[in-house]
């Protein structure tokens, strides 16, 4: 299974939206949504951190919002054991990312056996940026709010295949910084501030890959200085989403994510463009 960050300049979210015309109706409708809309704090299973420690890991089958509803915002962060927003000079964020599957119902609740990813309507290949929601630390405070008529429309019944239900996954990418060597280094994943030489494959890496996603896997250290000890720290991904059950005037809005080192091309001689995208995320 293959999950990529939202990386700095790497990446951004369209929503694309169709405009409707006014009516008296529709006037109405989005009065009766305001009033409906529903909101509900949810947290993650805990991540420990040491210093310099990190934390990659997906956590499936999280709590959501079900039913067939319309996604109208969705706000996370990080936060420890009291509840408070834990400052990035602590430990940072590396990403989030919300992604939507089908899952059969004879499998257990964590088995990846024979589920179906639902992606988004981005062009990256497979999975690649495939998540709903999904923001890097610098994004903080980035308002997702999607006004009426539009919204996210997810379980529509009429979506889910025979004999699966939907549910939804969370990966989490985290780096402790407390007394790290470099914490600049640390957070852009140099190789050498984490002692890896091989991928998560246990394939060698390049002479050239310097840093990136491949250096800073779960359960990896990152360098500390010198006779530096810290306690150990429990910490939470704190999500809120807002949302209103679907309703037959609702517009559904597509998230496409673009890559800029997406290697598409388009041929002079082409009448359209060849589909084989490759986003180098990593």
């Known amino acids: 299974m293959r999950f990529v960050s939202l990386t700095r300049n790497l990446s951004w979210v369209i929503l694309a939206l169709v405009m409707l015309s006014s009516t008296p109706f529709l006037s109405a409708a989005f009065r009766k949504t305001k009033k409906n809309i529903q909101t509900q704090v949810f947290f993650s299973p805990k991540i420990e951190l040491s210093p310099g420690y990190v934390s990659n890991k997906v956590f499936m089958d999280v709590d959501f919002p079900r039913g067939h509803i319309s996604l109208k915002s ?13 400052p990035l000079h602590q430990t940072y964020l590396h990403h989030w990312i919300v992604v939507r599957y089908h899952q ?41 709010y999607i006004p009426d008529p539009y919204g996210i429309e997810v379980g529509n019944p009429k979506e889910i295949p025979k004999g699966y239900v939907e549910k939804w996954f969370i990966n989490i990418h985290a780096i402790d910084t ?20 091989k991928d998560e494959n246990g394939e060698g890496l390049s002479p050239n890959y310097k840093g990136g996603l ?19 720290q429990s910490l939470y991904l704190k999500y809120t989403a807002k949302w209103v059950n679907w309703e037959k005037f609702m517009v559904p809005v597509k998230i496409y994510i673009f890559d800029v080192t997406d290697t598409l091309k388009i041929s002079d001689k082409s009448k359209g463009k060849r589909l084989n995208h490759d986003c180098k995320v990593s």
């Open 74 to 86: 969705f706000f996370a962060e990080v936060v420890d054991e009291s509840g408070n927003s834990v």
């Open 178 to 197: 407390r007394g790290v060597e470099d914490r600049m280094g640390c957070i852009e994943c140099k190789c050498d501030l984490y002692n890896v030489t």
């Open 214 to 232: 491949q250096c800073c896997p779960d359960d990896s250290q990152c360098k500390l200085s010198k006779g530096f000890f810290g306690p150990k």
């Open 104 to 144: 059969p119902k004879n499998v257990t609740k964590n088995s990846e056996e024979g589920i179906i990813f639902k992606r988004n309507n981005g062009f990256c290949q497979e999975n690649v940026f495939g998540q709903y929601y999904g923001l890097g630390s610098e994004t903080r405070g980035t308002n997702t």
